[in-house]
């Protein structure tokens, strides 16, 4: 069974930083889109940044330039580093991952648990 864990959200002040962790665990065959979204209270959910498979890493014009994303020395694990964060970036983030539990298998997508980013004026 796939598991995503994601960690690291925090109450900051506008202009810090945070960087958000996710692990990706279990039956794992192959990865295929691994990337962060996040819900404010009252609105949907949006994307923030994914890697796809070419490697190629897309932004949400929001926080191009603010934020980056890496992976680290396992694929299974990837890091969002938010800086200059401002009250709107305010929301519940979440991992995401597209990912193929065995040879031979369709992809599936799997979701963290949420981790709460709270920025304050």
């Known amino acids: 069974q796939v598991q995503l864990v994601d960690s690291g959200g925090g109450w900051v002040q506008a202009g810090e930083s945070l960087t958000l962790s996710c692990k990706a665990s279990g039956s794992i065959f192959a990865i295929n889109t691994m990337g962060w979204y996040r819900q404010a209270p009252g609105k949907q959910r949006e994307l923030v940044t994914r890697?796809?498979?070419?490697?190629?890493?897309e932004y949400a014009d929001s926080v191009k330039g603010r934020f980056t994303f890496s992976r680290g020395g396992t694929r299974n694990t990837v890091y969002l580093r938010m800086s200059s964060l401002k009250p709107e970036d305010t929301a519940v983030y979440y991992c995401?991952?597209?990912?193929?539990?065995?040879?031979?298998?369709?992809?599936?997508?799997?979701w963290g648990q949420g981790t709460q980013v709270t920025v304050s004026s």
């Open positions: 890697m796809l498979s070419s490697g190629r890493t």
């Open positions: 995401n991952a597209d990912i193929s539990p065995d040879s031979g298998s369709s992809f599936f997508t799997y």
